[in-house]
């Protein structure tokens, strides 16, 4: 070995120690993929399906293109760009910082509505709940590695 040498760690030892931290996060992206876009086209092509989850009505037809507009549309596109962060390094961090900011203040405000309300929820108050503050948390947490 020479002096002044330094050691150098082969090329697809660092892409393996690369995927290997990026295993939570792209769990949480594909997982994301999964249930936003799979709700998403519920809600685009059959609204009055999230609507009857959320209780919520759709007196005319602004209501009907509200629901499938948020339950559809937007659940669809947020599914599509955790595909292209899980697909696309470039994109990785930010698929991550969405689900962490976006669902994650999604799920503080369900969460501190529920505490302040005096009504009863139902079971998809707290699923949502539950599912959106944990797919927010695993975000903060693979961001931070």
Do not use: H
């Amino acid at each position: 070995m020479q002096l002044g040498s330094a050691r150098q760690i082969p090329a697809t030892a660092l892409i393996i120690k690369l995927e290997a931290k990026m295993i939570l996060g792209k769990t949480v992206l594909w997982i994301s993929i999964l249930t936003f876009t799979t709700y998403g086209l519920v809600g685009f092509f059959f609204p009055q399906i999230p609507a009857d989850f959320g209780s919520l009505g759709m007196l005319n037809g602004d209501g009907i293109a509200e629901i499938a507009a948020t339950y559809g549309g937007l659940q669809i596109g947020i599914g599509l760009f955790c595909l292209l962060a899980a697909l696309n390094a470039d994109f990785y961090r930010s698929g991550l910082a969405l689900l962490a900011i976006a669902i994650g203040f999604l799920g503080l405000a369900r969460f501190y509505t529920f505490i302040v309300i005096p009504d009863p929820v139902t079971g998809y108050t707290y699923g949502a709940i539950i599912y959106e503050l944990a797919i927010a948390a695993a975000a903060v947490i693979a961001l931070k590695k």
